[in-house]
């Protein structure tokens, strides 16, 4: 097993790309209105919403445990509906020296498709990939877009 790792997936909703892309760009305090179970608070600590440079604090349950995750908005492309957040402090700085979630949402004939990146660094060879939390995006992916499909 290495250190460095990369775990991808496609999730086929049927909200539409720029929507979905919305709620995480500028609108990730309203996830938690979609997904209350797994997401409890997402807060702006410093910027703006959906600024390159802002510092976002999200509070979650995940893996039977509340946990926090500090991340920084890295990267945004409006035009290709995709972001990157680097994570700064949290439980995942425990077991990852460098960590990168990349959302892309692409439009297709009826609804879109979200491919998530996680793009990471392990402290030690011991710590498994992340498949589990790559598991955790998917099920948050389908909570936000029934919560977007049921709000029009």
């Not at 997904?35 to 979650?60: A, N, P, Q, T």
């Not at 990146?117 to 939390?133: A, G, N, Q, R, V």
Request: glycine share 8%; aromatic share 10%; hydrophobic share 35%.
């Amino acid at each position: 097993m290495g250190l460095y790792g990369k775990v991808e997936t496609d999730v086929p909703i049927r909200a539409s790309a720029s929507k979905f892309h919305e709620i995480f760009h500028k609108k990730p305090h309203h996830i938690s209105n979609a997904s209350k179970d797994k997401i409890h608070g997402v807060d702006l600590h410093e910027g703006e919403w959906g600024k390159v440079g802002s510092i976002i604090y999200w509070r979650y349950f995940h893996g039977g445990k509340h946990r926090v995750a500090k991340e920084i908005v890295e990267e945004v492309d409006e035009e290709n509906n995709s972001i990157t957040f680097k994570v700064i402090g949290g439980d995942l700085t425990e077991e990852y020296k460098d960590f990168r979630l990349k959302i892309q949402c692409v439009p297709k004939n009826k609804g879109s498709v979200v491919h998530w990146t996680l793009d990471y660094e392990k402290l030690h060879d011991k710590i498994p990939d992340s498949h589990d939390l790559l598991h955790f995006c998917v099920s948050v992916s389908k909570d936000i877009d029934a919560h977007l499909i049921e709000a029009y």
